[in-house]
Structures are given as C-alpha cells and as structure tokens.
C-alpha cells in the first residue's frame, strides 16, 4: 500500500528525549523527578513521551482532562494536575482516576473539606507563592492550609509543598534565591517534602533540587536560557520540524512578493515556496526574518508567512527544486530558540503551538 508522502512533518527522536531525561537525571542526584508533560508534552506528544520517560517518579500536567488521557492511555504513575482542580465534581474525577491535584487557592482547600470521596487522594500538593505571585498561597498562610488539607480524611499521605521560579532563566538573580529561602523555611517547619525547580534551576540551582525537581522544557532539548545553548548544555533537540518544497520559479527585480508585497524583490530572484505556514503553527512573526535549511545552507524567508505557504529567497541555492526537503528548526545551525528570538518570544511556544495539522513522526534511533 502506498501512503502519502505527507508534509511538513514534526520527526520526534525518542532517543533525544531519553537522553535529556538522563541529564536530568544526573543534575538531580537523589531528587525525584516529576516530569512536565502538559500542553501535549509541550507540542511532542503526550503520550509518547510519557511512555518514553516510564522512569519517571511522576508526571506533571496543568489539567484533569490531561490526567484522564494519560490514565486512559494505561500511565500508572502518579500524574500531578498543577492547577488543581475547581469544582467537587472534578475532584471527585481527579480521585477516581488517581490524580494528584495542586491546591493553590484558598477556595480549593474549602472545596476539598467539604466534598465526600469514596476514593482518597494520594500525592498531593500545595502550591506556595514564594514570590511569582502567579498561582499559591502566601508562606505566611501556608502552613495553616497545609494541616487544613491534612486534616481532610481523603486525602492521604503527606501533602508536599510546591512552588515555581519566576526568574530562573536568570542565573544568579537574588529573587531565585528569595524564593527558596521561603520554601526551606516551610520545609523546615512542615517537615514535607518540597518541589521548585524547573528546567533552568536544575541546570543551575543545584541547592534548589531538594526533594523533587519539576523540569519540562529541558527534556525536550531546548535551553531556557538566552545566553547559554542547548548543545552547550549537552541537551538533544527533540523535534525537527521539516516540510518540502512545492514550487520554484523566478521574480524580476522590482516584483512584490506575498500578501502586502512588502517584500519587493531588490534584483533577480529565484524563489522558493515551502509548505508551512501559520496555519500549521509556524509563527507569522517569522515574517521576513527567519532562515530555513535547504541542501545544507541557510535561505531567509522573505515576505510574508501565509497559514500554508512561506517562500524562500533561493538566490544560492540554485540547485534547489521541487520536492527538496526543507528544515524549519531543531538543528545545530537552526535551533527553535533562534527562531523563538526572531519571533519575539520563547521556544516554549514555537514548539507548544505546532498544530494538529503537522503529523509527529516518532523516530527511536
Ligand atoms: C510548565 C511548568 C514547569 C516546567 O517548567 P520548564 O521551564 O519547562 O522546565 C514546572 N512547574 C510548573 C508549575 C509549570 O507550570
């Protein structure tokens, strides 16, 4: 049977993610790894990934319709659900599906005393807001919510204390510092265990590791940091994202090209056009800004993205014809964190927001 040659392509290397996962590993020492799979495993799949990272201590996604998939799926970890829950209904799911929710807010602790369980709650937490001020309870309240969610009949087991960085990415900020100075006081006092570092503290707050690290982006290869590579880090990009060409055909100088003609071509121009656009995810800030791969060299992007096509100055690539295959990141020469600077934003939502459109093509090599 003949399948179609389809395109664009988000090839997964499993082997990467395995790899990223044992420099974790090694990162952590003796701390217990909660891997963060929320957002379909950050645009890499879901449950591919759970099922590749099975030496996990736990998982960590934002939802209970998550945690369900991933249950469904046959995950027998324990899976964290990082905003909780918000209604009885969905606690009383979260526990039947054995669920760890995060309580955050005052109303969720209130909710927890006041709904029946036939299922306890194993492995939970609570979210303290050392400093983001985003989601958790203030450290002057926490250790009363804690022995208030302790006294819950149904939910069993210690209740940890969680709490994220809202300036890891910078080395060295005094504000990181701040933060887990407030969790190891409550550490001290509680006597739980703690959980606080995400991909850039465990690569560089190894006195935040503690009892459980948190990491997602590093798993996936990319670097959270601005100034520091993934390759420096010895992380594996995980997703290549790759599409063909569909045409090629030459522009006089003085032509436009692309919606709005805001690129207009400055001499004689050979033209590439690939077929990837917004529509698939690939961001249309990359507009007249981007660089692609095509027969082992870089050609910009010129024009405009459109939702299925960008186009591709080929001036030296002459060679280049229809059906080259064409790289849009995830290489040494394209790293998706170049391309996240040139769109104005971070890897975390190049790679999150590649669409259903774009087949995964899981790789184990
Ligand atoms: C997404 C998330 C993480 C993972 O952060 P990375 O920077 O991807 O390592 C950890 N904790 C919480 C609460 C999150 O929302």
């Not at 999150?352 to 087949?359: D, S």
Request: glycine share 8%; with cysteine.
């Amino acid at each position: 049977m003949t399948v179609p040659d389809d395109y664009p392509v988000a090839d997964i290397d499993l082997g990467a993610l395995r790899h990223n996962f044992s420099r974790v590993k090694s990162l952590a020492g003796r701390a217990r790894v909660m891997s963060v799979i929320k957002a379909d495993a950050y645009g890499h799949g879901m449950q591919q990934v759970a099922t590749t990272l099975r030496d996990s201590d736990a998982f960590a996604v934002a939802r209970l319709e998550e945690g369900i998939a991933l249950r469904r799926q046959g995950i027998v970890q324990p899976i964290v659900l990082l905003e909780g829950v918000s209604n009885s209904g969905d606690l009383v799911l979260a526990a039947e599906n054995r669920l760890s929710p995060v309580f955050h807010h005052p109303s969720q602790i209130a909710m927890a005393e006041q709904t029946a369980l036939t299922t306890p709650l194993t492995f939970c937490w609570m979210m303290v807001d050392s400093g983001m001020h985003r989601l958790g309870i203030r450290p002057q309240q926490a250790e009363a919510m804690r022995a208030r969610l302790a006294a819950c009949p149904h939910l069993v087991g210690d209740i940890g204390l969680m709490s994220h960085f809202a300036n890891s990415d910078l080395v060295g900020d005094a504000r990181n510092q701040a933060q887990l100075d407030h969790m190891l006081a409550l550490k001290q006092t509680s006597g739980v265990e703690i959980c606080l570092a995400n991909s850039a503290a465990v690569m560089t707050m190894s006195h935040a590791h503690q009892d459980w690290v948190r990491p997602g982006l590093m798993l996936y290869g990319i670097s959270p940091f601005d100034d520091r590579s993934a390759e420096a880090m010895d992380l594996r990009p995980v997703m290549q994202l790759r599409s063909r060409l569909i045409a090629v055909y030459d522009l006089y100088r003085g032509e436009q090209l692309g919606y709005g003609g805001d690129w207009i071509a400055p001499r004689d121009t050979r033209v590439g056009v690939a077929s990837i656009g917004y529509g698939d995810g690939y961001s249309r800030h990359l507009s007249n800004k981007a660089s692609v791969w095509i027969n082992d060299r870089l050609a910009r992007i010129i024009g405009r993205v459109s939702m299925d096509t960008i186009c591709i100055d080929l001036n030296d690539i002459a060679e280049a014809a229809i059906g080259d295959p064409v790289l849009l990141w995830g290489s040494a020469q394209l790293p998706v964190e170049a391309l996240a600077r040139h769109a104005g934003t971070i890897p975390y939502e190049l790679v999150t927001v590649v669409c259903g459109r774009v087949r995964r093509n899981y790789i184990d090599g």
